[in-house]
């Protein structure tokens, strides 16, 4: 039986994006099944539109910090996301807040999925690890 980990994402700031990516890329590439879903703020991280800043006034430095994780091999949030949807990683938007916040489901990435909160609890019932970002 395959582990499953469970993350939820409640914040769109650069820190809070990159969290779900590092963690989940690491999780899936040791053979586990990982389910991120993106709630409230969180939810415009998973839209085609997708530009995460730093937060606060750390939002001027983002550019800065984009190049300084590139100086050590780290790739920026798209590249991330591809990489982390290559390995399997499982995207949700909520459908409530999509609904609340005006976000359609042709906003969203490409292999994005809608999920309602009942099933991710269910989904997250399942899981070894539940974690929650924001």
Not at 37 to 62: D, E, H, I, Q
Not at 85 to 93: C, R, S, T
Request: a positive charge.
């Amino acid at each position: 039986m395959t582990e499953k980990m469970c993350m939820v994402v409640s914040e769109g700031t650069f820190d809070k994006a990159m969290m779900p990516l590092i963690m989940g890329t690491t999780a899936a590439a040791t053979g586990t099944e990982v389910h991120v879903f993106y709630t409230f703020f969180g939810t415009k991280l998973v839209t085609k539109k997708a530009n995460p800043k730093l937060p606060g006034m750390w939002r001027l430095f983002t550019g800065m910090f984009v190049k300084k994780m590139k100086g050590v091999g780290i790739g920026n949030y798209n590249e991330f996301m591809k990489q982390a949807m290559d390995l399997g990683v499982n995207f949700y938007a909520c459908s409530t807040t999509m609904n609340l916040m005006g976000v359609k489901e042709s906003d969203l990435l490409p292999g994005v999925k809608v999920l309602g909160a009942a099933s991710f609890l269910k989904l997250a019932s399942e899981s070894k690890t539940t974690l929650f970002i924001g």
